[in-house]
């Protein structure tokens, strides 16, 4: 592993005169979705699916923790690299379905990209009107999302 010591200091240091307001220039950093591991396959080495890791906690698990560290080591930017004391959070991850999922929409998986829903109320939207909102404790993807939290609360306390 590379030692990231002298951009960890220069990233401190631009933080520091970010917060004084005073920045030598504007700090940046990139947001990379888990999607960039799932979907590059020299990165995906077990070939995960969007799929799969809608349904395995385990797998959500692994890729969020994989790409963390890719990040941390290859991509230079406004944040601290290397090998973190304490590494970010996870959260369930439903990518861009999660309010059309929960509302009634059938997630459809392409394994060449992101997942996608179904409409449900073209050429009937007076359908919306004859819909009860779903439980969000033990309906569809948001009843996941509690499962998959509870999942990595209790990894992250039994590690």
């Known amino acids: 592993m590379s030692d990231f010591s002298e951009h960890n200091r220069m990233v401190a240091e631009l933080w520091e ?20 591991i799932l979907l590059t396959p020299e990165l995906n080495e077990k070939g995960y699916t969007f799929e799969r890791y809608f349904t395995d906690p385990a797998v959500q698990w692994e890729v969020q923790l994989g790409l963390q560290k890719w ?6 930017q406004d944040q601290t690299m290397g090998r ?21 929409c059938e997630v459809v998986f392409n394994n060449s990209e992101v997942p996608d829903t179904r409409p449900i109320l073209r050429g009937n939207k007076g359908k919306l009107a004859k819909m009860s909102l779903p439980d969000p404790v033990r309906d569809g993807l948001q009843a996941r999302a509690w499962e998959f939290y509870r999942y990595f609360d209790c990894l992250l306390y039994t590690s």
Do not use: C, K, M
């Open 84 to 104: 973190p004391d304490e590494w970010a959070g996870l959260a369930p991850d439903f990518q861009n379905v999660y309010e059309a999922e929960w509302l009634g």
């Open 17 to 36: 005169s970010f917060e004084a307001g005073n920045p030598a220039r504007v700090p940046v950093i990139f947001n990379i979705g888990t999607r960039h």
């Open 71 to 76: 990040v941390r080591e290859n991509v230079p």
